[in-house]
């Protein structure tokens, strides 16, 4: 994907978009928020006054959880807007987080974290997957010694095995969202667009998302020259073993002592 000059990155488009929560509301429900994050805190044995980085947080559907449990969690995001939401549902449940503006190639923090989490696919946003690494090598720097990054990932091999092109779904509104699917087998990138059909028939275009999907082998590649160390994957937030039929990939490493 190249951009013009004066072009954003999709991923700037897309989260600043008022569609995204609503296409995907189902999967962004208080519910499984909660329960992903006792997925987290039991996954990585978070304890009270652990600091956790939570790499790409959005408005903070992880933070806020966790943070009820009583984990120091900091939020760091591209989007300035979600950061705002983040604090503002914070306050409103009664729990404090520390968020943080930036790029997650440029973490500001040295041997600061109890733990990393990075959820919901936010991984693999950028074009070159030298850029993807610098992620992890950002993530190596952050974490202490001995500590673990959970990564929560769409599994490739899964879409490959149940790739359908076109795709849709009601709101609950009235408003009908078409995805549109292209999957790029010679980059591995998952490229989808939307078309939005009004209540009143009106259509629109709408771009969505370009990812690159990795295969388990590349993560696990991709960490250790990070410097971060392979433990363990699973298939979902129920702890199912990771397989080619599990619509999740999520992993655990550790950075050595």
Same mark, same amino acid.
């Given at each position: ?18 569609? &995204? ?14 329960? #992903?994050?006792? %997925? ?12 956790? =980085? ?23 995001? =591209? ?18 987080? @520390? ?19 990075? /959820? %919901?696919?936010? %991984?693999?946003? %950028?074009?070159?997957? =030298? @850029? ?12 202490? !010694? ?5 990564? $929560? ?13 076109? @795709?849709?779904?009601? $709101? ?6 078409? #995805? ?21 028939? *009106?259509?629109?275009?709408?771009? +969505? ?8 082998? #590349?993560?696990?590649? /991709?960490?250790?020259?990070? +410097?971060? #160390?392979?433990?363990?994957? &699973? +298939? ?9 039929? *599990? ?8 950075? !050595?002592?």
């Amino acid at each position: 994907m190249t951009m013009s000059r004066n072009q954003q990155p999709w991923y700037v488009d897309f989260f600043g978009s008022e569609d &995204y929560r609503s296409i995907y509301e189902s999967r962004l429900s208080d519910d499984a928020s909660t329960h #992903e994050a006792e %997925f987290i805190q039991h996954v990585l044995d978070l304890k009270r006054g652990n600091k956790v =980085l939570d790499l790409v947080c959005g408005h903070g559907r992880h933070a806020i959880p966790l943070a009820k449990n009583g984990i120091n969690v900091t939020g760091l995001d =591209l989007n300035a807007e979600y950061l705002d939401q983040a604090q503002r549902s914070a306050k409103a449940a009664g729990v404090s987080i @520390e968020t943080v503006h930036s790029d997650m190639r440029q973490i500001p923090y040295t041997n600061e974290f109890d733990a990393v989490i990075n /959820m %919901f696919t936010a %991984f693999g946003y %950028f074009d070159a997957d =030298l @850029e993807n690494a610098e992620v992890l090598r950002s993530v190596a720097t952050a974490l202490k !010694p001995g500590h673990p990054l959970l990564m $929560d990932l769409l599994n490739r091999e899964w879409v490959v095995s149940n790739y359908i092109q076109n @795709e849709w779904h009601d $709101d609950g509104t009235g408003t009908l969202y078409i #995805e549109h699917r292209e999957l790029d087998l010679t980059s591995s990138r998952n490229r989808v667009s939307f078309t939005v059909v009004e209540p009143d028939g *009106t259509r629109r275009d709408m771009k +969505g998302h370009d990812i690159r999907l990795y295969t388990l082998k #590349e993560i696990i590649d /991709m960490l250790r020259e990070a +410097g971060l #160390e392979y433990e363990k994957v &699973y +298939g979902g937030y129920n702890e199912e073993p990771y397989s080619i039929n *599990t619509r999740r990939m999520i992993l655990v490493a550790r950075k !050595p002592h």
